[in-house]
């Protein structure tokens, strides 16, 4: 059995909820928050078979968009914040980061 980890913007949550609930996957969302943007997004636990990883894989990729987002970064540490004027600049997010974990054992009482 396998635990797959993926972190997905909060966009694309709903379809891919949607589309790993139409495929028998279960799963269960937490909200999460990015280290780097600060900004909310989604992931998701699948605990599933190892011969079913690969399904699961594609329905992550079918349904997380990858998309540019404006960044403005924070002010110097301690740099005069009068003069800092942050300047935007753009990262490409997603579709999805996702860890594979092996399992070694699964219960529900
Ligand atoms: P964030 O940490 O908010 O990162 C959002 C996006 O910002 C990243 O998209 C990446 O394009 C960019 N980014 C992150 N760190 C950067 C840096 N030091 N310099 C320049 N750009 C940087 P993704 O790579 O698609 O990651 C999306 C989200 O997935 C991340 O949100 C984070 O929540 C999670 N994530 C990514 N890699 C991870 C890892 N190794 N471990 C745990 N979570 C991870």
Redesign the pocket.
């Known amino acids: 059995m396998k635990m797959i980890i993926a972190?997905?913007?909060d966009k694309d949550s709903n379809r891919l909820t949607d589309a790993l609930a139409e495929n028998d996957f279960k799963t269960t969302k937490l909200s999460?928050?990015?280290?780097?943007?600060?900004?909310g997004?989604t992931?998701f636990m699948i605990g599933c078979e190892d011969g079913e990883v690969d399904d699961a894989l594609d329905i992550i990729r079918n349904n997380c968009s990858?998309r540019e987002?404006m960044?403005a970064p924070i002010s110097p540490m301690g740099g005069n914040a009068d003069s800092y004027i942050p300047k935007p600049v753009k990262?490409?997010?997603?579709?999805?980061?996702v860890?594979i974990l092996p399992i070694d054992s699964f219960f529900q009482f």
């Open positions: 972190v997905v913007q999460t928050t990015g280290g780097f943007l600060r900004e997004n992931t990858q987002q960044v990262v490409e997010v997603g579709g999805a980061t860890f």
